[in-house]
T-cell receptor
């Protein structure tokens, strides 16, 4: 597609329920990122997929959070047993995924706003 | 951890140049400096990147010091629409992979 697409745009869920957030990266991009941004805060890195390599999960805050990327394209971020502190906007980004010594611009989607009540 | 430090906030008069500093004293090798900005409620937007030389595009200019330990993003004629949080990033190796780690950024307020 023309840009990074995320769905849903907004999600209100009850505490304790599971939620799935979807990211469709730019066609041809091999790298995909998930970030979380709480109200008034900076971007918190969650997870990074690069091609067929094992994902970098070092930013996931707890084992309630998981993500997968099927077929090297679409990614789903799953939050189990949601808590109120999970309320935030979840941003997905993608890039061509060039090696570190070359520039690699990332492009963001508009985010999925999650509210846990 | 982010490899950059930036002032928390800055003000700039409309029509004047906005100069946003960034410290990246631990930058190494061929690591690039990137700038993004985030306007309220939107996903971050790419502005510019550089390695050693100064760079200019239709949005901004990037001045990198000779030792590459700091840089300055310049918005030559700031408008109210430039009010945003500006992030300076060095894509270095963190927890085993090369990825973008965002710091807290600089909140730029352009004043009428």
């Amino acid at each position: 597609g023309a840009g990074v697409s995320q769905s849903p745009s907004n999600k209100v869920t009850e505490k304790g329920k599971d939620v799935e957030l979807r990211c469709d990266p730019i066609s041809g991009h091999t790298a995909l990122y998930w970030y979380r941004q709480s109200l008034g805060q900076g971007l918190e890195f969650l997870i990074y997929f690069q091609g067929n390599s094992a994902p970098d999960k070092s930013g996931l805050p707890s084992d309630r959070f998981s993500a997968e990327r099927t077929g090297g394209s679409v990614s789903t971020l799953t939050i189990q047993r949601t808590q109120q502190e999970d309320s935030a906007v979840y941003l997905c980004a993608s890039s061509f995924g060039s090696r570190w010594r070359f520039p690699d611009t990332i492009y963001f989607g508009e985010g999925s706003w999650l509210t846990v009540v | 951890d982010a490899k950059t430090t930036q002032p928390t906030s800055m003000d700039c008069a409309e029509g004047r140049a906005a100069n946003l500093p960034c410290n990246h004293s631990t930058i190494s090798g061929n690591e690039y400096v990137y700038w993004y900005r985030q306007i309220h409620s939107q996903g971050p937007q790419y502005i510019i990147h550089g390695l050693k030389n100064n760079e200019t595009n239709e949005m901004a200019s990037l001045i990198i010091t000779e030792d590459r330990k700091s840089s300055t993003l310049i918005l030559p004629h700031a408008t109210l629409r430039d009010t945003a949080v500006y992030y300076c990033i060095v894509r270095g190796r963190t927890s085993g992979t090369y990825k973008y780690i965002f710091g807290t950024g600089t909140r730029l307020k352009v004043l009428a």
